[in-house]
């Protein structure tokens, strides 16, 4: 019977919590559908290139603005979210997992943010050019479609706003005892060549651009290691790590 009430405990409050989340999201849609026109027109006018956007349905625009509308609501719903997950598991930590595990709230967000920001002011306008100037060399006639454009710029601008997350992902990993700096000392040449790999397949075919793209990553990736190996240092007795080469 008492593991019965827990359950239903439980999920009532998994209940509330979601109710939450999801108001604020209906809340946050109603300002994205306020502000999509005004966002496309920012994202029209400040792009890399002259493109014009073009429609090839009745629907494309609709599509478009409601999409826009959902990925703001989206963003702003984001930290919400993120902080009613922690409530929902603060009862089963301890005080100092409570304090550590809540600062990667607006951390995860604000690095969200940075990786869509360096995304799209950086990488998509570099892709962008490129892709043009391709489609000139071959002589082909540009009419470029809307849907198309965003779907295209999605690809590129959110990937990277995930990929931003590695230092709270390793640092995660860390905390879990998962990550040590004797693994990640070890795994570090395959990570570069990781990297590289995913620089070469989000940026255009150039030198130039692999290296705006990588150099980046390959510095993120560095940060996480470093912010790994302070935290495996300062709590080494409660992670007492196996030493790798006991002979």
């Not at 849907?147 to 990929?163: C, E, I, M, N, T």
């Not at 040590?180 to 995913?198: D, I, Q, W």
């Not at 912010?227 to 007492?240: D, E, G, I, M, Q």
Request: aromatic share 16%; with cysteine.
């Amino acid at each position: 019977m008492d593991i019965n009430e827990d359950v239903v405990r439980h999920l009532t409050e998994l209940r509330r919590r979601l109710l939450i989340v999801f108001s604020c999201f209906l809340v946050a849609m109603c300002g994205g559908l306020y502000l999509s026109p005004r966002i496309l027109q920012y994202i029209k006018s400040s792009a890399a290139a002259n493109v014009q956007w073009n429609v090839f349905s009745f629907t494309d625009g609709l599509f478009i603005y409601l999409r826009c509308a959902f990925l703001l609501a989206m963003l702003f719903t984001l930290p919400v979210l993120l902080y009613q997950a922690w409530a929902f598991v603060r009862p089963g930590l301890t005080y100092k997992e409570a304090k550590g595990t809540l600062a990667y709230v607006p951390v995860s967000f604000f690095l969200f943010l940075g990786g869509v920001s360096f995304s799209y002011f950086v990488v998509f306008p570099m892709m962008l050019k490129f892709m043009i100037q391709m489609n000139h060399t071959i002589g082909a006639t540009e009419t470029y479609g809307i849907d198309k454009y965003f779907v295209f710029l999605f690809s590129v601008v959110f990937p990277l706003g995930v990929a931003f997350e590695m230092p709270l992902v390793m640092l995660f990993l860390t905390r879990l005892g998962l990550l040590t700096p004797e693994r990640l000392n070890v795994s570090r040449k395959y990570a570069y060549v990781g990297l590289a790999v995913v620089g070469a397949c989000i940026s255009p075919p150039d030198f130039v651009s692999h290296l705006s793209v990588t150099i980046p990553l390959l510095l993120l990736f560095e940060i996480s290691a470093l912010l790994s190996k302070r935290y495996a240092r300062r709590h080494a007795s409660a992670f007492p790590y196996p030493n790798p080469d006991p002979a």
